[in-house]
């Protein structure tokens, strides 16, 4: 099992930026998938981005696209989010997930949050207008 810790989030301006930060603990990160998900007061939790266990395949929902980067560093047991240009619907608690690197066979990711075995704690992310 792995055990995911997120940090990174605040309180920014619109246009400002964010780093996020997901440490691994447990089995070594590199045998998992990961993604990034958020949940909005009031919204259910939505899928914002993924990437594949080596780094070498990342997928983003359009409304992050070009503003968003998901990185990882297993080396550091470590994923990232680096989140620029944000905007106000971007305020959500943000949540770091991951997925045993075989449990889809040749695919992936999954947009599904229940598809995600192991998730961190969230780390609140606030955009002020």
């Known amino acids: 099992q792995v055990q995911l810790v997120e940090s990174g989030g605040g309180l920014v301006q619109a246009g400002g930026s964010l780093r996020l930060s997901c440490v691994a603990s447990?089995?070594?990160?590199?045998?998992?998938?990961m993604a990034w998900f958020r949940q909005a007061p009031g919204k259910e939790r939505e899928f914002v981005v993924a990437?594949?266990?080596?780094?070498?395949?990342?997928y983003y929902v359009d409304s992050v696209k070009g503003r968003f980067t998901i990185s990882r560093d297993n080396a550091k047991n470590t994923g990232y989010l680096q989140m620029n240009d944000l905007k106000p619907e971007d305020t959500a608690l943000y949540f770091c997930?991951?997925?045993?690197?075989?449990?889809?066979?040749?695919?992936?990711?999954?947009?599904?949050?229940?598809?995600?075995?192991?998730w961190g704690q969230g780390t609140q992310v606030t955009v002020s207008s």
């Open positions: 997930a991951a997925a045993w690197i075989r449990k889809w066979g040749s695919f992936w990711y999954r947009e599904s949050d229940d598809e995600y075995d192991y």
């Open positions: 447990g089995r070594s990160f590199r045998n998992y998938h």
């Open positions: 990437l594949s266990w080596s780094g070498a395949m990342s």
